[in-house]
T-cell receptor, first 113, second 114 residues
Framework: DQQVKQNSPSLSVQEGRISILNCDYT??????FLWYKKYPAEGPTFLIS?????DKNEDGRFTVFLNKSAKHLSLHIVPSQPGDSAVYFC????????????FGAGTRLTVKP | DTEVTQTPKHLVMGMTNKKSLKCEQH?????MYWYKQKAKKPPELMFV???????INESVPSRFSPECPNSSLLNLHLHALQPEDSALYLC?????????????FGPGTRLTVL
């Protein structure tokens, strides 16, 4: 039972444009959402997070939006750079102190120069 | 030091072998995790240790045996594995529980069971 879904396995954008990666979840008990980035032969690296009390969190070129009623979140990267090319995983966990984190299947982003 | 290290990077073993995967962190994290990741699939949580005690076991077969000898080390002992256990095994750690804390991942051990 996939509780976190990333329905686009891949995304290709031109350098300088916006990349939008989407994620949907089914469990209404999820309270905290994270995006991880993974390069080949490396473990996932934390990128940005958002708690359910917010609808937006911004860190430099990266912004995460949360729509709780739709159980949907998205990651915006502006402007996209070739170094952003990686697999992006959406993840979700429950209440504070809950270590059980669930991942989506990932979206492979390719940013073309 | 914000790194989680895992050894070995690659491991090939037969179904009758016994081997161990090792994970180490020196960030003072008191929660440590094992995940299994198959190709084109998300990481799947296997075990969570919190303050060196096993707090989550996601119904993992007994041929996988975790151990947390101290707050910096996490092992995964493997015995009588099956070819379908071939996967990338990821270790992660996070700050002490009680708040929202992102997990820091190691590079993984690529396991092949023949």
């Amino acid at each position: 039972d996939q509780q976190v879904k990333q329905n686009s396995p891949s995304l290709s954008v031109q350098e300088g444009r916006i990349s939008i990666l989407n994620c949907d979840y089914t469990n209404s008990m999820f309270d905290y959402f994270l995006w991880y980035k993974k390069y080949p032969a490396e473990g996932p690296t934390f990128l940005i997070s958002i708690s359910s009390i917010k609808d937006k969190n911004e860190d430099g070129r990266f912004t995460v939006f949360l729509n709780k009623s739709a159980k949907h979140l998205s990651l915006h990267i502006v402007p996209s750079q070739p170094g952003d090319s990686a697999v992006y995983f959406c993840a979700a966990s429950g209440a504070p102190g809950n270590n059980d984190m669930r991942f989506g299947a990932g979206t492979r982003l390719t940013v073309k120069p | 030091d914000t790194e989680v290290t895992q050894t070995p990077k690659h491991l090939v073993m037969g179904m009758t072998n016994k081997k161990s995967l090792k994970c180490e962190q020196h960030m003072g994290h008191r929660a440590m995790y094992w995940y299994k990741q198959k190709a084109k699939k998300p990481p799947e949580l296997m075990f969570v240790y919190s303050y060196e005690k096993l707090s989550i076991n996601e119904s993992v077969p007994s041929r996988f045996s975790p151990e947390c000898p101290n707050s910096s080390l996490l092992n995964l002992h493997l015995h009588a594995l099956q070819p379908e256990d071939s996967a990338l095994y990821l270790c992660a750690s996070s700050q002490p529980t009680g708040g929202y804390n992102e997990q820091f991942f190691g590079p993984g051990t690529r396991l092949t069971v023949l």
